[in-house]
């Protein structure tokens, strides 16, 4: 254990068996918060993707921490109850991470399958070669696109309105759903060159996720409870992102990125709400310029 920032506090933290979630819910241990790590990866389905849940909980306990692994598919609400009301076994929820997030193919298979699904083009498109085998618009079925929501935005809709009673008996929350740049690109036209591949439905739901995160913030703000996305400010290198681009030349770390979250969910609404923040904003302090009253 490092520190005791949140001492006494209870986190679930979704899409936490690798990567990015797994680094957050490390580091919200470390500061002494019970952690809910939750995921449907309970073995290594794909060696690019290494991870699971149980592994970050081992990690967690080994450094002393508290943690409990949940099972869940946050894209079915049947989940979402069950493992709110499992993290409650650690005490009231008073932090939620949004990080759970798909990007076709990546997915493990359902229980009993073999092998994940494989994407198909919709009838009548012409295969074309793609690079890093980008899931471009033509190629990615609107099943394939709508999963994307699912397990973001619809998914984090539902944790919120969960957890939100528990915060608000206790009169202070944080919640910080993981955004990222994909959901501002490519940006307006015109480009110029394109030498890279685009993500429509991951960016799409984080858009969507991002202006979900400010209607949030706007009610609770009175109620002292702080919602706010963070977003890499650099390409952090973690398997998910490996998966597609495995090549970058300035990247940032999984460990200051958690920094971040630990330091927005240890944060009150009247200091930083409504905010879509990159994590290098958070670190350097720039985004306490910001105080938010809630009764003005």
């Known amino acids: 254990m490092t520190g005791q920032r949140l001492e006494g506090r209870t986190s679930i933290v979704t899409g936490a068996s690798r990567g990015l979630g797994r680094a957050i819910a490390v580091a919200l241990a470390s500061e002494g918060s019970a952690v809910a790590v939750v995921s449907r990866t309970e073995q290594v389905w794909d060696e690019r993707l290494p991870g699971t849940i149980g592994d970050t909980v081992a990690q967690i306990q080994e450094a002393g921490g508290q943690a409990l692994a949940v099972r869940a598919d946050v894209s079915q609400s049947d989940d979402r109850h069950r493992l709110v009301e499992e993290a409650r076994q650690l005490g009231p929820v008073s932090i939620l991470v949004n990080n759970a997030a798909f990007t076709a193919p990546g997915r493990p298979p359902a229980?009993?399958?073999?092998?994940?699904?494989?994407?198909?083009?919709?009838?009548?498109?012409?295969?074309?070669?793609?690079?890093a085998d980008w899931p471009t618009f033509l190629h990615t079925p609107l099943a394939a696109y709508q999963r994307h929501f699912q397990v973001g935005p619809f998914a984090a809709y539902e944790l919120m309105q969960l957890v939100v009673p528990d915060m608000?008996?206790?009169?202070?929350?944080?919640?910080?759903?993981?955004?990222?740049?994909?959901?501002?690109?490519?940006?307006?036209?015109?480009?110029?060159?394109?030498?890279?591949?685009?993500?429509?439905?991951?960016?799409?739901?984080?858009?969507?996720?991002?202006?979900?995160?400010?209607?949030?913030?706007?009610?609770?703000?009175?109620?002292?409870?702080?919602?706010?996305?963070?977003?890499?400010?650099?390409?952090?290198?973690?398997?998910?992102?490996?998966?597609?681009s495995p090549v970058f030349t300035d990247v940032?770390?999984?460990?200051?990125?958690?920094?971040?979250?630990?330091?927005?969910?240890g944060a009150g609404a009247d200091q930083v709400t409504g905010r879509i923040l990159g994590h290098l904003d958070v670190l350097d302090g720039s985004f306490r310029s910001y105080q938010f009253h809630p009764e003005r």
């Open 111 to 131: 229980p009993g399958a073999t092998t994940p699904g494989k994407r198909s083009a919709p009838s009548g498109a012409k295969k074309e070669a793609t690079k």
């Open 168 to 244: 608000i008996e206790a009169g202070a929350g944080a919640i910080v759903n993981i955004s990222s740049g994909a959901s501002r690109a490519p940006g307006e036209a015109p480009w110029g060159e394109r030498p890279g591949g685009l993500l429509p439905g991951y960016g799409g739901a984080k858009a969507a996720l991002e202006h979900l995160t400010l209607c949030a913030a706007y009610e609770l703000a009175d109620r002292g409870i702080a919602v706010n996305a963070l977003s890499p400010s650099k390409a952090i290198p973690t398997p998910g992102l490996a998966y597609y």
């Open 252 to 265: 940032g770390s999984d460990q200051d990125f958690a920094e971040a979250v630990v330091r927005l969910a």
